[in-house]
T-cell receptor, first 110, second 114 residues
Framework: GEDVEQSLFLSVREGDSSVINCTYT??????LYWYKQEPGAGLQLLTY?????DMKQDQRLTVLLNKKDKHLSLRIADTQTGDSAIYFC??????????FGAGTTVTVRA | DTAVSQTPKYLVTQMGNDKSIKCEQN?????MYWYKQDSKKFLKIMFS???????INETVPNRFSPKSPDKAHLNLHINSLELGDSAVYFC?????????????FGPGTRLTVT
């Protein structure tokens, strides 16, 4: 929605790193998330970061949070064809409702 | 062993009809949600139930009525279907209301209204 913004498309070469960016508006956000949606499937929670953290790493995934700028990024190292999907950034506040961005479609080319 | 399941996966119906979508989770979670994803992939929460009690009710037409017979099930009934209701509807669950960060999504129900 309008509270969470992402670029719509990203094309990356196989083996390179992908960086997906997201900005949010609610400074009271408690958790920020990255979800992955493959074609015809539901959303899969990839990772999330608590708002008092700057960075979280999980295998090939690195999440960076700049709370001052309200900017969140997801870096995927060594991008593979199986990483082609739509990636959603989301935030939740005190009432634990998730507000999603419009999704970034990542296309991995050989 | 599916965690969050929805039926049907596809639903094609005519304007004016009434239809239901069912959701079940076998994770033992207390909280369940319904989301709508439109053709532009924009996802928006519609409802949330915690232990059969409605806790989130976003601005949704009255034609949409959720029902939770028990904490493992959350169904969505839609009356007088309109063309604009065409979307993918996702069910999700989380362990508790306070752990809404751990939401697990179902595979979605693609509703097409003709």
């Amino acid at each position: 929605g309008e509270d969470v913004e992402q670029s719509l498309f990203l094309s990356v070469r196989e083996g390179d790193s992908s960086v997906i960016n997201c900005t949010y508006t609610d400074s009271s956000s408690t958790y920020l998330y990255w979800y992955k949606q493959e074609p015809g499937a539901g959303l899969q929670l990839l990772t999330y970061i608590f708002s008092n953290m700057d960075m979280k790493q999980d295998q090939r995934l690195t999440v960076l949070l700049n709370k001052k700028d309200k900017h969140l990024s997801l870096r995927i190292a060594d991008t593979q064809t199986g990483d082609s999907a739509i990636y959603f950034c989301a935030e939740s506040t005190y009432d634990y409702k998730l507000s999603f961005g419009a999704g970034t479609t990542v296309t991995v080319r050989a | 062993d599916t965690a969050v399941s929805q039926t049907p996966k596809y639903l094609v119906t005519q304007m004016g009809n009434d239809k239901s979508i069912k959701c079940e989770q076998n994770l033992g979670h207390d909280t369940m949600y319904w989301y709508k994803q439109d053709s532009k992939k924009f996802l928006k929460i519609m409802f949330s139930y915690n232990n059969k009690e409605l806790i989130i009710n976003e601005t949704v037409p009255n034609r949409f009525s959720p029902k939770s017979p028990d904490k493992a099930h959350l169904n969505l009934h839609i009356n007088s279907l309109e063309l604009g209701d065409s979307a993918v509807y996702f069910c999700a669950s989380s362990p508790t209301r306070d752990r809404g960060n751990e939401q697990y999504f179902g595979p979605g129900t693609r509703l097409t209204v003709t």
